[in-house]
């Protein structure tokens, strides 16, 4: 594993953002410009900070989208309690200003570098952010890691990156699960991530494959429990969650 | 001074977050969300110990049994999550630090939290003394929860929540410093929420 991927301190710098395109009805991907970005790693993060005209600020962490030496994009679902987020989906517009430092973490992260592992992608709802990062990163240097990812989202308007995702390409083999709608004819998955789906759809543990999770906490919990249920060592399985009431 | 952001207002701020008992940058939540880097461990409390080691040697160690047997403490703690949530007023049943170490010779200076599923925290040995860190087993009247670290966690209130180990099955007493599992993955080494040291080098 490799060691801490921040490079001594973190400042907060000024970022533009560029275009903002909607994703779905509640998610926005924003392009950001950053005049001094140290570059990042697929599967790592961002903080940005927001500050209201009597000098209240409000922080919070967000997936980094684009892959490692693509401009910075994150993309953001609008939760209906949140405080930033609503801001940052519905308000922020091209030419403002926001601050952000990064990129932070380095655990929850896919350099490419061990390509006899597999890849096993399983997101719930916004957690397919980084993996969108990891899947343009495997492209961008010719990696033949086979990779399965599985997405679990309320509905087909629902999913985020769907025209990218299908254009995956060769080794990539997407599918999803609707939770809650399912089209005329669907032929996914249905319903919430269960041991018996995801043993269907699991690489195998004897491939030695790395599988990383990200999603609220009962989807990570759901399946993380899982995947160790098919006999995947803990130390195989990252995740990352999100989630909580305010918690965006 | 931070730029302002156009057309950012902000939520309308709670009293707890103006009395001055929420640190910098953080925001109150009556939720207990969830964060960890793997899957939840689920221990065998049969086979339950939490340990003491010095030099790889296990200098004391109390089985679950005997964890329980210990005098414990209501404490009542207000929680600091680096990634930015605050939880006031928790509610915990705990056996403090001090209690456990005054079972044990040693000269250390400092303490890494080792906990099943892997990870590791460090801490100094003054931090989790006199009182301010304990070995928590229930959460609001009832058992902690595995995916809050249940059956036990350390509580290191002062400081930020990953110091507060899930799962901790012991402590290795060291004479130097060592960095433990998110401090070795660009985290601040010590993380003090009043002085917003979140990340190295903050």
């Known amino acids: 594993m490799a060691g801490t991927a921040v490079r001594g301190r973190l400042t907060w710098q000024v970022a533009t953002v560029g275009a903002v395109r909607p994703e779905t009805s509640s998610v926005r991907t924003i392009d950001l410009d950053v005049p001094d970005w140290a570059g990042h790693r697929a599967g790592q993060h961002l903080d940005i900070r927001l500050t209201a005209d009597d000098g209240y600020v409000a922080e919070r962490s967000y997936s980094i989208a684009s892959a490692p030496g693509e401009p910075v994009q994150v993309t953001v679902e609008r939760l209906d309690d949140g405080e930033v987020s609503p801001y940052l989906t519905e308000e922020l517009r091209p030419g403002d200003e926001i601050e952000i430092r990064g990129p932070i973490g380095g655990y929850f992260v896919w350099d490419g570098t061990e390509p006899q592992h597999p890849l096993l992608l399983l997101a719930g709802g916004s957690g397919v952010v980084p993996f969108r990062s990891i899947l343009r990163h495997r492209a961008r240097i010719g990696s033949t890691v086979p990779v399965r990812l599985l997405y679990s989202a309320r509905s087909l308007p629902d999913v985020i990156y769907r025209p990218e995702l299908a254009a995956s390409g060769d080794g990539v083999d997407v599918s999803y699960t609707l939770t809650r709608q399912q089209p005329p004819g669907w032929t996914g998955h249905s319903g919430r991530v269960t041991p018996d789906l995801l043993a269907g759809v699991a690489w195998p543990d004897d491939l030695m494959p790395l599988a990383f999770v990200c999603g609220p906490t009962a989807f990570v919990e759901t399946v993380a429990g899982a995947l160790v249920g098919l006999g995947y060592p803990a130390g195989q399985v990252k995740t990352e969650r999100y989630g909580g009431a305010g918690a965006s | ?202």
Not at chain 2, 173 to 188: I, K
């Open chain 2, 1 to 202: 001074m931070s730029p302002v952001t156009r057309g950012f207002h902000g939520r309308r701020r709670e009293p707890a977050e103006q009395s001055g008992r929420v640190p910098p940058g953080q925001y109150v939540t009556s939720d207990f969300p969830v964060l960890s880097a793997g899957p939840t461990p689920h221990a065998s409390l049969d086979s339950w110990t939490f340990s003491i080691r010095q030099a790889g040697d296990t200098s004391k160690s109390w089985t679950w049994e005997e964890l329980r047997a210990l005098p414990a403490e209501d404490v009542t703690a207000d929680i600091h999550c680096v990634t930015r949530w605050s939880k006031l007023d928790t509610r915990w049943r705990a056996v403090s630090i001090d209690t456990l170490l005054a079972q044990v010779d040693h000269q250390a200076r400092f303490v890494l939290a080792f906990c099943d599923g892997g990870y590791t925290t460090n801490l100094p040995l003054a931090d989790v003394t006199s009182g301010q860190a304990w070995l928590a087993y229930d959460y609001d009247g009832a058992p902690l929860a595995p995916e809050h670290g249940g059956p036990a966690r350390l509580l290191v209130p002062h400081l930020y929540f990953w110091k507060s180990a899930k799962w901790v099955r012991g402590l290795e007493l060291l004479a130097a410093d060592e960095p433990g599992f998110w401090e070795r993955y660009g985290y601040h080494n010590y993380g003090d929420p009043w002085r917003e040291q979140r990340y190295a080098g903050d």
